[in-house]
């Protein structure tokens, strides 16, 4: 079984910055997109960011010029940078990797457990 692994969430001020990561293990055959996700209290969950094996990446318009996304593809991590942060960003980021395994070889989605962002003075 695919397992995701966030970190990097926490704490941060207002216009604060803040770096989370994701690293996919086990049992994989080839990563395809990845992404991070966000639920705001009450919401529903939203795309924040994703980025493809060739690093082609599309952003929420909420997050865009904020908020960028890379990954390592010899590592298997996607990363989020995000910078100006606003307390409108607070919730739980989850990432998503789209993955086909090596046994049985099939492809779905995959997500990690998340991790809280909180903005605030």
Not at 31 to 51: C, S
Not at 67 to 78: A, C, K, L, M
Request: hydrophobic letters at 35%.
């Amino acid at each position: 079984q695919v397992q995701l692994v966030e970190s990097g969430g926490g704490l941060v001020q207002p216009g604060g910055s803040l770096r989370l990561s994701c690293v996919a293990s086990v049992n994989i055959f080839i990563i395809y997109d990845m992404g991070w996700y966000r639920q705001l209290p009450g919401k529903q969950r939203e795309l924040v960011a994703t980025i493809t094996k060739e690093h082609i990446s599309t952003y929420a318009d909420s997050v865009k010029d904020r908020f960028t996304i890379d990954r390592h593809n010899g590592n298997n991590t996607v990363y989020l940078f995000m910078n100006s942060l606003e307390p409108e960003d607070t919730a739980i980021y989850s990432c998503c990797a789209l993955v086909t395994t090596l046994s049985p070889v099939v492809t779905g989605d995959y997500w990690g457990q998340g991790t809280q962002v909180t903005v605030a003075s």
